[in-house]
T-cell receptor, first 115, second 115 residues
């Protein structure tokens, strides 16, 4: 079974500063995908960034980057130059590379960007 | 380009009633997923369709829950004899083919309240 743990229920950051959200996971799979999704108050989940486990290079998407530590089963999200529009729930998620196609989500971190 | 749409946005029903929740995926997407998000939790997988067939229904909690996708496009999630514990946001997602390399695009969800 796969589990995803987000140990920070809430975080806040000043506008233009940098914040890191933590995620750990547990799996016996060797190959898999990891994701960060953003869920604003509108409820619509939006993909922020994706990492393939067999790739050692950390994924980056503009102001968003990850620190993927496969041995430690850690997958943190760094948001640089935080903007007010980044205020949302952030969910870390896991998907097996073969077989099941569904996402396993953590419980989320509520991020508030303070002006 | 239309995204994933879900109707109704909100549904209030009484314990014991039957409800249907509808999902319109992005045109051309063969993979469709249903998730359930309880208050304060991350989404939990319910069922995955590839085309018209349910490829994985291992997340359905019991036989009161059923979903169909008869023409490989629109999907309906059906809940019989609703219980108060069924109250949650039901999210639908679609992707082009399925698998971790494909982005799952989510709809805004249907908030179900069982009184």
């Amino acid at each position: 079974a796969q589990t995803v743990t987000q140990s920070q229920p809430e975080m806040s950051v000043q506008e233009a500063e940098t914040v890191t959200l933590s995620c750990t996971y547990d799996t016996s799979e060797n190959n898999y995908y990891l994701f960060w999704y953003k869920q604003p108050p509108s409820r619509q989940m939006i993909l922020v960034i994706r990492q393939e486990a067999y790739k050692q290079q950390n994924a980056t998407e503009n102001r968003f980057s990850v620190n993927f530590q496969k041995a430690a089963k850690s997958f943190s999200l760094k948001i640089s130059d935080s903007q007010l529009g980044d205020t949302a729930m952030y969910f870390c998620a896991f998907m097996k590379a073969t077989g099941a196609n569904n996402l396993f989500f953590g419980t989320g971190t509520r991020l508030t960007v303070i002006p | 380009g239309a995204g994933v749409s879900q109707t109704p946005s909100n549904k209030v029903t009484e314990k014991g009633k039957y409800v249907e929740l509808r999902c319109d995926p992005i045109s051309g997407h063969t993979a469709l997923y249903w998730y359930r998000q309880s208050l304060g939790q991350g989404p939990e997988f319910l069922i995955y369709f590839q085309g018209t067939g349910a490829a994985d229904d291992s997340g359905l909690p019991n036989d009161r829950f059923f979903a169909v996708r008869p023409e490989g496009s629109v999907s309906t999630l059906k809940i019989q004899r609703t219980e108060r514990g069924d109250s949650a946001v039901y999210l639908c997602a679609s992707s082009l083919r399925g698998g971790g390399r494909e982005t799952q695009y989510f709809g805004p969800g249907t908030r179900l309240l069982v009184l």
